[in-house]
């Protein structure tokens, strides 16, 4: 019974039947900053591949050498990634942000004093690139966890898909403008001093952006806001391990990242020995990433509003494994440059539409896991198999006595091969019985995660079920329960 002090301050006000949950606009700005940080990153990744001849000359070493500038990059992502994963699971987006733009300007200008001093030192620019390279984990995983944590079930796709895409639209712009900032050896330093002035620009708001919404957006986001403790990776790494679904998702993943990224490194190798120029190239790999950005643009809010993660991936998936078998005839085409832009524009269309669908997805599945932790680990696999095919197809480069000279044919083949192996598991989810439910979306309707839900073909019965021990799910409603009541208290 409240007493008469309660009654007269107007305190025995009746709370909320229920938690109450909103969106707030400031989520722009780190969702703004996460773009920047993902351009820069990218930019950085190809800044000398995109160049390879000329930056070659520069130093005065050979192209697999300077390949070994976008591999040293890949291979520190790798050796990041478990601070990654402790550093957004304890302490979310925001330190993760800070960290990628500490490491960034450290490591653009280490890069600009190895290419100035002495004509071009090649082991300090190295340094600055592995610098940059264990900068780029931090922000390329932070997106879903950033659109879990500021974003509704209407947004979260849509944001996964701006910020983590921003990471090849940065690849296209070192692809396209990297060749006319560079178009001789003595105008490398500057090209690189350009880059580290725009990496600085994007870097610095970094330090001011707020670390979480005050309420949650959603009931599922409610409970990595209101927690006393982050989630446990060891139970969360454990009970993932072994779920066949994200097995399904982790390998086809990693393998299609790994060939975008190789390629991408590769372009100019893959159609110099065709005659086409290195601005040539960097036009094909602009194609491949912008026209991928505008059709996941289209892609990205349709799975937001109809939630049809299954079946975009199992229309995608076969398209993409075709272009890069068709990929292996369009260089030495009679129809000239004009069938590579082509075979881009068609990979990229669908490689781009299905990365954050299929990132959304195994957060879906996985829910109460903190998104994170799959997330970073399907990028490490995406960014390890990429050192290893640069590695793979920069050996498989024909010698100066082939037709053409060093052509990459064999190394296309391969590609086409592993990715056209590796198209079916993904198709499989879902199948044989198997059946797979998006949890989150269950708990955002109100959905007891016990229950059985039909809602259409890709809501099934709970057949990727958290161990009872695993993170999140221990306390069962009564978790659920604390973590509402919880919000209604802020409120």
């Not at 050498?65 to 976008?70: G, Y």
Request: charged share 15%.
């Amino acid at each position: 019974m409240a007493t008469r002090n309660q009654v007269e301050s107007g305190m025995d006000a009746l709370p909320p039947s229920g938690p109450v949950y909103k969106v707030y606009k400031r989520r722009f700005w780190g969702l703004s900053q996460l773009v920047l940080l993902n351009i820069v990153v990218s930019w950085d990744w190809l800044t000398f591949s995109s160049i390879s001849t000329t930056a070659a000359e520069h130093f005065k070493v050979s192209e697999s050498a300077i390949n070994w500038m976008s591999t040293g990059y890949l291979f520190a992502f790798c050796a990041a990634s478990p601070i990654v994963i402790v550093t957004l699971n304890k302490g979310g987006p925001k330190p993760a942000i800070i960290i990628t733009s500490s490491l960034l300007l450290v490591g653009n200008w280490i890069r600009y004093a190895g290419t100035r001093a002495r004509g071009g030192i090649f082991g300090v620019t190295m340094f600055g690139q592995i610098l940059i390279g264990l900068a780029q984990p931090f922000c390329l995983s932070a997106p879903t966890r950033y659109s879990d944590l500021w974003f509704s079930g209407q947004g979260r796709t849509s944001a996964t898909a701006v910020a983590t895409l921003a990471n090849p639209l940065g690849a296209a712009l070192g692809q396209l403008v990297d060749s006319f900032w560079a178009s001789e050896p003595d105008d490398v330093p500057s090209m690189v001093l350009y880059i580290s002035i725009i990496a600085t620009v994007a870097s610095l708001p970094s330090f001011f952006l707020p670390s979480a919404p005050p309420t949650p957006p959603s009931a599922s986001s409610a409970s990595h806001i209101n927690t006393s403790e982050p989630t446990p990776l060891r139970p969360t790494i454990a009970q993932l391990l072994r779920t066949a679904e994200f097995y399904l998702i982790l390998l086809p993943f990693s393998i299609y990242v790994g060939f975008f990224n190789s390629v991408s490194s590769l372009l100019n190798q893959i159609l110099s020995p065709y005659g086409a120029s290195e601005t040539e190239a960097g036009i094909a790999g602009g194609i491949l990433i912008v026209v991928g950005l505008l059709f996941s643009a289209l892609i990205a809010p349709l799975t937001d509003r109809y939630k049809h993660y299954l079946a975009t991936i199992r229309l995608l998936v076969p398209i993409v494994a075709a272009s890069y078998i068709a990929l292996v005839f369009a260089p030495a085409s009679a129809a000239g440059i004009g069938a590579t832009y082509a075979v881009c524009a068609i990979l990229g269309a669908s490689s781009f539409a299905l990365l954050p669908v299929v990132l959304e997805f195994l957060v879906e599945i996985t829910y109460p896991f903190s998104p994170e932790v799959g997330s970073t680990l399907c990028w490490t696999g995406g960014q390890l198999l990429g050192a290893v095919f640069i590695l793979v197809q920069d050996a498989l480069k024909a010698g100066s006595h082939a037709t053409p000279p060093d052509n990459m044919r064999t190394a296309l083949v391969f590609s086409a091969v592993v990715a056209a192996v590796a198209a079916p598991l993904p198709v499989c989810i879902g199948l044989f019985g198997r059946a797979v439910r998006r949890r989150r979306l269950d708990v955002d309707r109100g959905v007891n995660l016990g229950e059985e839900v039909v809602v259409d073909d890709e809501t099934v019965d709970d057949a990727v079920r958290p161990d009872e021990n695993a993170a999140g799910s221990g306390e069962g409603e009564k978790g659920k329960s604390r973590h509402k009541s919880s919000v209604s208290s802020k409120q």
